[in-house]
């Protein structure tokens, strides 16, 4: 290697040197810059979506923070009651399930999320009824995207 080095002209020496740093530079790009780059963008994201699923979470402790407490219970069915306030807050049900253990699973199409969240101070207050599970995403335009909702009795 040393031979051939000496064999080059000052000229060819001076190439080789340029195209050896920006070799390296190329390297040090692809091996480092490109994956703290990557790395940053995906951790901004995750953020993102924690800031998100905070602002439901802080909406939903809202909501659930201005029930009534002592509210009178209806004798109203609890399937009853769903169907009743989900046609009157302009909610589509895909799925209601089947009532168990005074639990019911029930699958409503993306909304607003005021008007979801409207809707169950409603079915707390006028019905007793709570979540006991909830599967919610974030949609769009502010819309959410509840994909398992469970209600029981208090």
Do not use: C, K
């Not at 439901?56 to 009534?68: E, H, N």
């Not at 509210?71 to 399937?79: D, F, G, M, V, Y």
């Not at 302009?90 to 639990?103: A, K, P, Y």
């Amino acid at each position: 290697m040393s031979a051939w080095w000496h064999d080059l002209s000052a000229r060819e020496r001076m190439m080789v040197m340029i195209a050896g740093a920006l070799a390296g530079v190329l390297l040090l790009s692809l091996g480092l810059v490109r994956p703290l780059a990557d790395w940053r963008a995906a951790a901004d994201r995750q953020a993102s979506s924690a800031r998100d699923a905070y602002e439901l979470t802080a909406a939903a402790a809202a909501v659930a923070g201005g029930a009534q407490q002592g509210a009178p219970l209806s004798q109203t069915p609890l399937r009853d009651a769903l169907v009743r306030t989900t046609n009157t807050a302009g909610i589509q049900l895909v799925r209601i399930g089947t009532e168990n253990n005074d639990q019911i699973e029930v699958q409503i199409e993306p909304v607003d999320g005021d008007v979801f969240f409207d809707w169950v101070a409603d079915l707390e207050n006028r019905y007793g009824a709570t979540l006991a599970f909830v599967d919610i995403g974030r949609g769009q335009a502010g819309e959410i995207t509840p994909q398992v909702l469970v209600f029981q009795r208090l």
